[in-house]
Nanobody, 125 residues
Framework: QVQLVESGGGLVQAGGSLRLSCAAS????????MGWFRQAPGKERDFVAA????????YYADSVKGRFTISRNDAKNTVYLEMNSLEPTDTAVYYC??????????????????WGQGTQVTVSS
């Protein structure tokens, strides 16, 4: 497993932007992918975005396409989630995830074996 440290959550008005960061600490990340999930109050944890580490291919939930961008910095073992045009429905705890083995499925949380502690994102209307 990989230790993940998140930062960048907060309170923002609708239409605003936030940038989340997640660093894989302790060692160089040699895994397959890193990504973001989110969990709103009373709901299940849902996939947001993922990036395949070897080639930078990205995957997005339909609800965030065109508004969110995931990217990685190999040298810093860090993944970012740039969130624009935020909506109140984006309010949730955002979790960073990573996996050290290959799978063609980037969307299921069961396919990730390391998780961050979560960071709160609140979008006010």
């Amino acid at each position: 497993q990989v230790q993940l440290v998140e930062s960048g959550g907060g309170l923002v008005q609708a239409g605003g932007s936030l940038r989340l960061s997640c660093a894989a600490s302790g060692r160089t990340f040699y895994g397959d992918a890193m990504g973001w999930f989110r969990q709103a109050p009373g709901k299940e944890r849902d996939f947001v975005a993922a990036v395949r580490w070897i080639d930078g291919n990205t995957y997005y939930a339909d609800s965030v396409k065109g508004r969110f961008t995931i990217s990685r910095n190999d040298a810093k073992n860090t993944v970012y989630l740039e969130m624009n045009s935020l909506e109140p429905t984006d309010t949730a705890v955002y979790y960073c995830a990573a996996r050290t083995w290959y799978s063609a499925n980037y969307y299921s949380e069961s396919n990730y074996n390391s998780w961050g502690q979560g960071t709160q994102v609140t979008v006010s209307s």
